[in-house]
């Protein structure tokens, strides 16, 4: 069965520091892996997906993850991180069953400080 | 492009009351998720459907909770009767249906049970 795991649910940067969120999955089947991020009083937002074309994914805002099936992680990366960064994270594996069902991480919380 | 709709934004209601909250999906969309989220127990999964048929409803959490997809543009997720425990914020997401295509979210129904 598929499970993701997102080491960390608080993770606090400086502005302009290296932002480094962590996820490891387990899947049987070859997988598709998501970040979401959720900024307060919304939804979820799709900021990148790996579906096997590229090791090295890229996103919106600046942020991109690379696929290490050696180490079954997908770490999220942003070089460089803005105050607007501050939000929830969430790192999902697709289930693999009929309708695109997502299991997700619990998140983890960015804080960055100024 | 419209995303997915959610209605009521927020819903502020007595105990014992009926609560309807309802989902039009993205236009193409074929399968529909309904998920909860707590400060405590995180994103849960309520039920899903494909092609309007409820695949998976093993989220749900008791007989109060009940979901329709009566055609492929409208959902709605019902609890009666309301208790305070069920105060959350309701989410609902909409996919092509691929595991590959990844969970499009609507804004949420802030649900608060006094």
């Known amino acids: 069965a598929q499970s993701v795991t997102q080491l960390g649910s608080h993770v606090s940067v400086s502005e302009g520091a290296l932002v480094l969120l962590r996820c490891n999955y387990s899947s049987s089947v070859p997988p598709y892996l998501f970040w979401y991020v959720q900024y307060p009083n919304q939804g979820l937002q799709l900021l990148l997906k790996?579906?096997?074309?590229?090791?090295l994914v890229k996103g919106i805002n600046g942020f991109e993850a690379e696929f290490k099936k050696s180490e079954t992680s997908f770490h999220l990366t942003k070089p460089s991180a803005h105050m607007s960064d501050a939000a929830e994270y969430f790192c999902?594996?697709?289930?693999?069953?009929?309708?695109?069902?997502?299991?997700f991480g619990q998140g983890t919380e960015l804080s960055v400080k100024p | 492009d419209a995303g997915v709709i959610q209605s009521p934004r927020h819903e502020v209601t007595e105990m014992g009351q009926e609560v309807t909250l309802r989902c039009k999906p993205i236009s193409g969309h074929n399968s529909l998720f309904w998920y909860r989220q707590t400060m405590m127990r995180g994103l849960e999964l309520l039920i899903y459907f494909n092609n309007n048929v409820p695949i998976d409803d093993s989220g749900m959490p008791e007989d109060r909770f009940s979901a329709k997809m009566p055609n492929a543009s409208f959902s709605t997720l019902k609890i009666q009767p309301s208790e305070p425990r069920d105060s959350a914020v309701y989410f609902c997401a909409s996919s092509p249906g691929t595991s590959g295509g990844g969970l499009f979210f609507g804004e949420g129904s802030r649900l608060t049970v006094l």
């Open positions: 790996y579906t096997s074309a590229a090791t």
């Open positions: 999902a594996v697709s289930e693999g069953s009929q309708g695109g069902k997502l299991i």
